[in-house]
């Protein structure tokens, strides 16, 4: 009978015994398996076959396919010597029957393919950290349960081990109350396994060191933390290695050519967005507009919201498909349900990222929604500083001065008094980099009047003149720093940004000049 159910598989325990089985989502049908508690719910029976197992490990895998039922019944290899024997395993380690799972749920998903991570960087680096702490705060947990088993007794153990059994079948029920999307499960899992292998290892050592001292008690504690540490980092390690591979199949594999080609890699990868794009082009290559809408809306619903870079990516080949297909209604559509499902401010600037892109060409069209998305930005977020920057940069590379100096006056107006100085030093970048230089001068003069002693306005200054090739600006710009009555620290601060300028861009008599103009400092300031 069925177990529990994953959106990876279904676990089965072996009638007549303790045996638990997992049969992963790619063995429970010949068809595309979207939701797995469709198959088999859990207490149903379910006819599978074995087809591979570890003694060793105290682990089976099975298959719910027709036609791998009919050929067998049994691995090759797998007897009822074996069953026995994985039976009398399974009754040797009661306390790790919990545990065990669990390392079938991973060893499942690293064997039989299921992606467990982005494969694009960014979105690697934030499972990456996630499942570290994750993991943290399961090391923490068992730390708390390893003081409690040390404690009680061998009753009190058998009552953990049921609250343990308790605790993976709540897991199991909350996984699908995540609004029609299934969780990857994967920081759940991982977090009972931590929790289980911990009480196994409080119940060996409070057993063997009833009679030990308090100093032995506190050695043993400081080697099971070394142990679950070291386990941890193995399992991370284990975890890229199979994140590495899936990424260089995908990328090795032969381009596919066929839609039965991408389904295959879609079964393979369900939650990879690049395979959904690339499937998305095939289709749209064909003139297919309608079936590339259909597996975008499909990509979006069998990805879980843990996936959100994926879906994110989804949501831009769509907003990309509707801009070059579609109407504008069916676009700003599109682009509203985008807005609901994701980071709004994200959805913006992917937006603009779209038509404006596009308005480059000279199209009118886009270039007037390019304005409308732009207006519609800054009044949803008035008092972010990045979406008016955003704006005045489209006007600016319009040759739009007016209104730029008409929307940099708004951006001050609207935004709080504490923002106004760095508006005005963003603008002035701006001016300079895709304006007049002379006008981006005047504004950092008129900024710094009024903040004389602000060195961080003076050092963006000096950058702006020396990324530009103005190197006898930015040199006459440090000597006027060094002029002014500045704190010490700060006089010795742009002393060492005047000699690393010189060192680079200067000659050795200038670094030497420098040098001398910082003696002469210290002289008039402390006579000495």
Same mark, same amino acid.
């Given at each position: /009978?069925?177990?529990?159910?994953?959106?990876? %598989?279904?676990?089965?325990?072996?009638?007549?015994?303790?045996?638990?089985?997992?049969?992963?989502?790619?063995?429970?049908?010949?068809?595309?398996?979207?939701?797995?508690?469709?198959?088999?719910?859990?207490?149903? =029976?379910?006819?599978?076959?074995?087809?591979?197992?570890?003694?060793?490990?105290?682990?089976?895998?099975?298959?719910?396919?027709?036609?791998?039922?009919?050929?067998?019944?049994?691995?090759?290899?797998?007897?009822?010597?074996?069953?026995?024997?994985?039976?009398?395993?399974?009754? +040797?380690?009661?306390?790790?029957?919990?545990?065990?799972?669990?390392?079938?749920?991973?060893? %499942?998903?690293?064997?039989?393919?299921?992606?467990?991570?982005?494969?694009?960087?960014?979105?690697?680096?934030?499972?990456?950290?996630?499942?570290?702490?994750?993991e943290e705060e399961a090391s923490s947990d068992a730390d708390g349960v390893d003081e409690e088993a040390e404690e009680s007794s061998d009753s009190e153990e058998e009552n953990s081990e049921s609250e343990s059994d308790s605790d993976s079948s709540s897991m199991d029920s909350d996984d699908d109350v995540t609004d029609g999307y299934q969780w990857e499960g994967f920081a759940e899992t991982t977090t009972t396994a931590e929790n289980q292998d911990s009480d196994q290892?409080?119940?060996?050592?409070?057993?063997?060191?009833?009679?030990?001292?308090?100093?032995?008690?506190?050695?043993?504690?400081?080697?099971?933390?070394?142990?679950?540490?070291?386990?941890?980092?193995?399992?991370?390690?284990?975890?890229?290695?199979?994140?590495?591979?899936?990424?260089?199949?995908?990328?090795?594999?032969?381009?596919?050519?066929?839609?039965?080609?991408?389904?295959?890699?879609?079964?393979?990868? =369900?939650?990879?967005? @690049?395979?959904?794009?690339?499937?998305?082009?095939?289709?749209?290559?064909? /003139?297919?507009?309608?079936?590339? #809408?259909?597996?975008?809306?499909?990509?979006?619903?069998?990805?879980?919201?843990?996936?959100?870079?994926?879906?994110?990516?989804?949501?831009?080949?769509?907003?990309?498909?509707?801009?070059?297909?579609?109407?504008?209604?069916?676009?700003?559509?599109?682009?509203?349900?985008?807005?609901?499902?994701?980071?709004?401010?994200?959805?913006?600037?992917?937006?603009?990222?779209?038509?404006?892109?596009?308005?480059?060409? %000279?199209?009118?069209?886009?270039?007037?929604? !390019?304005?409308?998305?732009?207006?519609?930005?800054?009044? #949803?977020? *008035? +008092?972010?500083?990045?979406?008016?920057?955003?704006?005045? &940069?489209?006007?600016? $590379?319009?040759?739009?001065?007016?209104?730029?100096?008409?929307?940099?006056?708004?951006?001050?107006?609207?935004? *709080?008094?504490?923002?106004?100085?760095?508006?005005? $030093? @963003?603008?002035?970048?701006?001016?300079?980099?895709?304006?007049? !230089?002379?006008? /981006?001068?005047?504004?950092?003069?008129?900024?710094?009047?009024?903040?004389?002693?602000?060195?961080?306005?003076?050092?963006?200054?000096?950058?702006?003149?020396?990324?530009?090739?103005?190197?006898?600006?930015?040199?006459?710009?440090?000597? @006027?720093?060094?002029?002014?009555?500045? &704190? =010490? #620290?700060?006089?010795?601060?742009?002393?060492?940004?005047?000699?690393?300028?010189?060192?680079?861009? %200067?000659? =050795?008599?200038?670094?030497?000049?420098?040098?001398?103009?910082?003696?002469?400092?210290?002289?008039?300031?402390?006579?000495?």
């Open positions: /009978a069925v177990k529990s159910t994953q959106s990876y %598989g279904l676990f089965v325990q072996i009638a007549n015994s303790d045996l638990v089985g997992m049969a992963h989502i790619s063995e429970l049908s010949k068809k595309f398996v979207g939701d797995v508690s469709a198959i088999a719910a859990t207490g149903q =029976p379910v006819k599978c076959v074995v087809t591979k197992t570890d003694t060793s490990k105290n682990k089976l895998w099975l298959s719910l396919m027709p036609e791998k039922i009919e050929a067998g019944s049994w691995a090759d290899g797998f007897s009822d010597e074996t069953l026995v024997e994985l039976q009398k395993a399974s009754g +040797m380690m009661e306390q790790d029957d919990a545990e065990a799972q669990t390392d079938e749920d991973e060893d %499942g998903q690293q064997d039989l393919g299921v992606n467990l991570a982005d494969l694009d960087e960014e979105s690697s680096d934030s499972e990456s950290e996630d499942s570290e702490g994750v290892d409080s119940s060996d050592e409070s057993d063997d060191n009833d009679s030990s001292d308090e100093s032995e008690e506190e050695g043993d504690e400081s080697q099971r933390q070394a142990e679950r540490k070291k386990r941890q980092r193995a399992k991370r390690s284990k975890e890229l290695e199979v994140r590495q591979a899936e990424e260089a199949a995908l990328h090795g594999a032969e381009n596919p050519t066929s839609k039965d080609d991408f389904e295959k890699l879609l079964i393979e990868n =369900p939650s990879n967005s @690049r395979v959904w794009v690339q499937y998305m082009a095939f289709t749209l290559s064909m /003139a297919e507009i309608e079936s590339a #809408r259909a597996l975008a809306e499909r990509a979006l619903k069998s990805m879980g919201l843990a996936d959100e870079s994926e879906r994110f990516n989804v949501w831009v080949a769509l907003l990309n498909l509707e801009n070059m297909y579609g109407t504008k209604e069916s676009l700003m559509a599109t682009f509203k349900k985008f807005r609901s499902q994701a980071d709004e401010k994200k959805a913006f600037a992917a937006m603009l990222d779209i038509v404006e892109s596009l308005a480059e060409n %000279g199209d009118d069209q886009q270039i007037e929604l !390019a304005y409308e998305i732009h207006r519609a930005n800054t009044k #949803r977020f *008035p +008092m972010s500083l990045k979406v008016w920057e955003r704006f005045a &940069k489209w006007r600016l $590379t319009r040759s739009e001065i007016d209104q730029f100096k008409e929307l940099m006056q708004r951006t001050l107006n609207v935004l *709080p008094k504490r923002k106004h100085i760095k508006a005005a $030093t @963003r603008f002035a970048l701006l001016e300079f980099n895709h304006g007049s !230089a002379e006008r /981006a001068r005047t504004m950092m003069e008129n900024v710094l009047s009024q903040n004389p002693r602000r060195t961080d306005l003076w050092g963006v200054y000096v950058d702006m003149e020396v990324k530009h090739g103005e190197l006898e600006r930015a040199r006459a710009l440090f000597q @006027r720093i060094v002029s002014l009555p500045l &704190k =010490p #620290r700060q006089v010795k601060m742009m002393l060492k940004r005047f000699i690393d300028f010189e060192r680079k861009h %200067g000659t =050795p008599d200038g670094v030497q000049e420098v040098i001398e103009t910082g003696r002469r400092y210290v002289q008039d300031k402390y006579g000495a």
